[in-house]
């Protein structure tokens, strides 16, 4: 029988290209990490790697197996949270990624009233914006992935419709269970002073000849796709995927710039103020579990609070 540890050090060995770089990112022993892949070949009956000096590579069996692996150990991650929630255990674990804004805004709300109503469920968060947020479910290294896309799609069980951004790679969910959260509409920052910081709504075309400071990359292609639409190319003379620093570089005159209403809202705007922009740009933000997972009471129960705090945005 093949089994999940020895899946487990497959993907890693997979991922790091090495078995001693596997033994590191595990904790344990290289010596430990050959034993068990040699116990998995004999379960499978078939090389799985092969090593050339240095370098370890899959085999076609290998690559076989490690793209099922991911799937695999989320299946026996849920059946074990669903077997302990029906013996009468209050606990669970979920891990969660998240993009900075959403950290900042949704995510302490949510996990707040988690808390309260489960103090048993431990929740655990990294950072990471789509589509690597989704690659992240995808693998098997988290449980509910807080992600955006511009532009509608479709998705599972109740996603929003519409039109997909345009060549945004990562953005089919097709495969996932999506519950969306909230609409968030991308708004403009100018310097206090600008002649338009009054001013209720700009057209993004009278900034053409601005100097503009970008945000994260997903967004700076947002920026340039909405810019180039407007016939224009923005000179972005500087780039961060540091919201605070976006504000802090607008504030001090140096820019505009075109932010998410979410990542303004967690960041004081000293020296800066908001406008609309026209033409409007959404995006829209969701939470994402694998199907397996969404059964999990301690991921349905994130999923419901992510919902709540996004409802009372």
């Known amino acids: 029988m093949i089994e999940a ?3 487990r050090v497959l993907r890693a060995v997979a991922a790091t290209g090495s078995f001693s770089a596997a033994a590191r990112e595990l904790g344990c022993t ?17 090389p799985l790697l092969i090593r050339t000096g240095r370098e370890t590579r899959l085999t076609q069996a290998g690559e076989a197996l490690v793209r099922h692996a991911a799937g695999i150990l989320a299946g026996l991650t849920a059946a074990e949270e669903e077997v302990a929630a029906i013996a009468g255990l209050r606990a669970g674990r979920v891990r969660l990624v998240s993009f900075p804004s959403g950290s900042s805004s949704l995510v302490p709300t949510a996990l707040a009233a988690l808390r309260a109503d489960h103090p048993g469920t431990r929740v655990s968060l990294v950072e990471a914006e789509p589509p690597r947020s989704v690659e992240m479910l995808r693998e098997g290294d988290c449980d509910v992935a807080l992600a955006f896309r511009y532009g509608g799609g479709t ?3 109740g996603s929003a419709g519409g039109p997909r951004e345009q060549g945004a790679a990562g953005d089919d969910w097709t495969d ?6 909230l609409t968030d509409r991308l708004v403009g920052l100018v310097p206090e002073g600008h002649r338009f910081a009054d001013a209720g709504s700009v057209g993004i075309a009278e900034l053409a000849e601005e100097s503009w400071i970008a945000g994260c990359p997903r967004c700076r292609r947002q920026l340039v796709q909405v810019c180039e639409a407007a ?3 923005p000179r972005i003379d500087f780039a961060t995927d540091d919201y605070p620093a976006v504000v802090g ?7 505009v710039a075109v932010l998410p209403e979410l990542a303004v809202e967690s960041v004081r705007p000293r020296g800066a103020r908001t406008v609309a922009v026209e033409p409007v740009v959404e995006r829209e933000v969701v939470a994402l579990t694998l199907p397996d997972l969404a059964q999990v009471p301690a991921v349905a129960a994130t999923l419901d609070r992510l919902a709540a ?3 009372r945005t």
Not at 30 to 46: D, F, I, N, R, W
Not at 176 to 181: D, E, K, Q, T
């Open 155 to 157: 998705g599972r069980n």
């Open 5 to 7: 540890r020895h899946l």
């Open 231 to 233: 016939g224009f190319a």
């Open 30 to 46: 290289q010596p430990a990490v050959s034993q068990q892949m040699k116990a998995l070949e004999g379960s499978t009956g078939t």
């Open 309 to 311: 705090a996004a409802a």
């Open 249 to 255: 570089l607008v504030g001090a005159g140096l820019g």
């Open 176 to 181: 996932l269970v999506v519950r969306p959260l």
